[in-house]
């Protein structure tokens, strides 16, 4: 393998302007999801990213297939019957959704001075092209496989992964793994994840005070802007977004907005006063005595995204990433602990930790090229993130981010650098050697 990876800079720059075509070209497919509609399961935009990729892989000279537009793939190596194994390369070409906050186009790709700009370049478009990309100059060099390796395009991955059981109600998983769509280097463990709503009815009239409360709420990241009515004088409050699996880094504007209102009267202040109490601007859950720890993940964050009022109800929504040893049941327990009878707790969204094996044989291969390739340490790590790893067994997270790159997906001017996109092209080159000559 040596030899071939002497010639992986010569080999990238030949095709290098060929493949940001084709990402410029994916970019540029809004593919939020959507109302489901015919031969579109989660809407027209991932529906047609699909099949841009789909047309894209046979172009290149892969086989193709997909179940139920939900999932779609490019094969290459020995031909095989479907009950025989493969090795896996899963991630997504749905994207969150934009909002104005961007300098640059969010469905065109922009570069400047080193940078690629647009909405999915880091998540996960611009690693999907990557990974295809390797593939493509392995095909090209002719070089035997001994395995088959199939790159899985999914399309629902932002909004639950619901496509994931479709493909395996048909296929087989693969026996090993990768999604690009979390960070080097591997990642071995996931922490669970709950996302909740509070509510608490007002019946004291006391809501009266409150005209208005609207801001840019998602689960997805930390809101960056909201507004408040309080007996006819609106309140606009400005900070700085983040994705909700990086709370420390947002300036989080919703702390801002509970702090003006704790002097409300009656139940409206009550709730306000023990949110700003509880939640205030902590991101580890402190004061409501959810600040655990362990060593393999780190502490809790807790993420404060949304503030409602519903008919004669006040909410907030917070999602909570737990340490993979502690379970749910635990942290919920605690929560209600803290909780006044007047508030009712409501379930989003909820994923178990997982753990995969950290010293299988690709594992250790992955990481020493991840070592050789970047000058890096390729020690597995576990993540705050929710990956596909989750959803199709045998699958661990690997890219694309680089130590030290937080905070950029899910938010305006979501960037990758083209020189981090050229070598994790080479880790994925490198790695599909090894694992298939």
């Not at 493969?86 to 070409?93: A, E």
């Not at 611009?126 to 593939?135: E, N, Q, R, V, Y």
């Not at 995204?305 to 993979?324: A, C, E, F």
């Not at 090229?369 to 997270?397: F, S």
Request: aromatic fraction near 10%.
């Amino acid at each position: 393998m040596k030899k071939v990876r002497e010639d992986f800079n010569s080999l990238f720059l030949e095709s290098k302007d060929e493949f940001l075509g084709y990402l410029q070209q994916l970019v540029s497919i809004p593919s939020v999801n959507g109302n489901e509609t015919f031969g579109a399961p989660f809407g027209v935009g991932p529906r047609r990213a699909l099949k841009f990729m789909l047309a894209l892989s046979s172009q290149l000279g892969f086989r193709t297939g997909q179940v139920d537009n939900c999932v779609g793939w490019a094969e290459f190596g020995p031909m095989a019957s479907r009950s025989e194994e493969y090795f896996g390369v899963l991630g997504h070409l749905d994207v969150v959704d934009v909002v104005n906050d961007w300098q640059y186009d969010p469905f065109d790709l922009t570069i400047e001075d080193g940078y690629i700009y647009g909405r999915g370049v880091l998540d996960n478009k611009g690693p999907m092209i990557s990974t295809i990309f390797a593939l493509y100059l392995i095909k090209k060099q002719g070089v035997p496989l001994k395995k088959r390796i199939r790159i899985m395009f999914g399309t629902d991955e932002e909004m639950g992964s619901r496509d994931i059981p479709h493909y395996l109600k048909v296929e087989q998983p693969p026996y090993a793994g990768i999604t690009p769509d979390c960070k080097f280097p591997i990642v071995y463990g996931e922490r669970g994840l709950v996302d909740l709503t509070i509510t608490k009815i007002i019946t004291d009239g006391s809501m009266d005070q409150l005209d208005e409360l609207t801001g840019e709420f998602n689960h997805s990241f930390l809101p960056d802007y909201a507004t408040v009515t309080i007996n006819g004088i609106q309140t606009i409050f400005k900070g700085d977004k983040s994705p909700s699996n990086a709370p420390d880094l947002a300036d989080n504007v919703l702390p801002k907005l509970v702090a003006h209102c704790r002097d409300l009267q009656g139940q409206t202040g009550d709730f306000f006063r023990w949110i700003h109490e509880k939640i205030g601007q902590q991101t580890n859950g402190e004061n409501l005595g959810l600040n655990y720890q362990d060593f393999e993940s780190g502490e809790l964050q807790l993420s404060f995204y949304s503030s409602k009022i519903v008919d004669n109800k006040l909410q907030l929504s917070i999602s909570m990433r737990y340490p993979v040893t502690i379970s749910e049941h635990i942290v919920l327990a605690q929560l209600e602990s803290q909780m006044t009878t007047t508030m009712s707790l409501a379930i989003n969204r909820s994923y178990p930790s997982i753990i995969r094996h950290k010293d299988s044989d690709f594992v250790k291969r992955f990481s020493k090229i991840y070592e050789e390739d970047t000058k890096l340490d390729g020690t597995p790590v576990t993540t705050t993130g929710v990956t596909y790893a989750r959803a199709m067994p045998n699958i661990v997270a690997f890219g694309p981010s680089f130590p030290g790159q937080k905070g950029i997906a899910h938010k305006g001017n979501e960037w990758l650098k083209l020189s981090d996109w050229e070598m994790m092209t080479e880790i994925y080159y490198d790695c599909f050697l090894s694992e298939l000559c």
